[in-house]
């Protein structure tokens, strides 16, 4: 597996996306090991790491939203990480983005949910198989809002094309921002 390292600045300067709008442009950067398709069926276990220490509230319901989506892709829940084949580490966070607008005119945010899968079946710190992450700019700041539809853009065809960033539209139905 290659392994990349971007910059922030450069990886999310130049991603507008469109804000609370019914259908989102996604900007998706993932890179995979080929041996993560044969894993369907091991125990994953999830654990997210908050931006802010002080906004756990949503995590319970960010982490159901993940569970969701890789029991979709086959893998079955662990509750006790030390047990589980698969490691997942989840994070989350919303950026200002002071001087830049959004597509609706008013100020912008980056919503970013990002994943890194670990293989926990060694005896040490196992491998990196999965990093990927997914990007929304707009103008809607909040994370329980837009959440769920970040993980469908970073699990639709998941894993994905391994390397290099690629777009997609996913369509919003009954989004609103509750921000």
Not at 142 to 148: D, E, K, T
């Amino acid at each position: 597996m290659r392994r990349f390292f971007a910059p922030a600045p450069l990886l999310l300067g130049g991603l507008l996306l469109s804000g609370c709008a019914p259908q989102m442009d996604e900007h998706i950067i993932a890179e995979h090991d080929a041996a993560l398709t044969g894993l369907k069926g091991k125990s994953v276990s999830i654990a997210i790491d908050p931006f802010k220490p002080g906004d756990p509230t949503a995590i319970p319901l960010y982490i159901e939203t993940l569970q969701t989506k890789f029991v979709q892709q086959g893998y079955v829940i662990s509750d006790d990480g030390k047990k589980a084949d698969l490691v997942v580490m989840g994070n989350y966070h919303i950026q200002f983005r002071p001087g830049v607008k959004a597509p609706s005119g008013r100020t912008a945010y980056d919503l970013t949910l990002s994943l890194v899968v670990f293989d926990d079946r060694h005896p040490t710190k196992g491998p990196v198989l999965y990093k990927g992450m997914v990007v929304l700019t707009g103008d809607c700041p909040s994370m329980p809002a837009v959440y769920p539809y970040l993980a469908d853009a970073l699990f639709k065809d998941w894993p994905g094309p391994s390397g290099g960033l690629h777009e997609m539209k996913l369509p919003m139905p009954g989004f609103r921002c509750r921000g």
